[in-house]
């Protein structure tokens, strides 16, 4: 299981998800990928991302303005 980090703190959606969705591309099964985001809407975004995708969002926190989501490559 390999670990990455994309921040895309500052974009506004759709960018966040775009920028996920290319960075989860070339992961394995099982690669956790770490989110930093500042879109108030990042939150929901990704759940519902995960939900269509069927990657696992393992962790939504806030703290500072900043989101930090961490994806489960599935």
């Given at each position: 299981?390999?670990?990455?980090?994309?921040?895309?703190?500052?974009?506004?959606?759709?960018?966040?998800?775009?920028?996920?969705k290319k960075a989860l591309a070339p992961l394995?099964?099982?690669?956790?990928?770490?989110?930093?985001a500042t879109d108030g809407g990042a939150p929901?975004?990704?759940?519902?991302?995960?939900?269509?995708?069927?990657?696992?969002?393992?962790?939504?926190?806030?703290?500072?303005?900043?989101?930090?989501?961490?994806?489960?490559?599935?």
């Open positions: 299981m390999a670990e990455h980090t994309l921040d895309v703190t500052g974009l506004r959606c759709p960018l966040p998800i775009l920028r996920a394995q099964t099982g690669d956790v990928l770490t989110v930093l929901g975004d990704f759940a519902a991302f995960c939900r269509q995708t069927g990657h696992e969002l393992r962790a939504s926190e806030e703290a500072d303005g900043v989101y930090t989501l961490v994806l489960v490559h599935k």
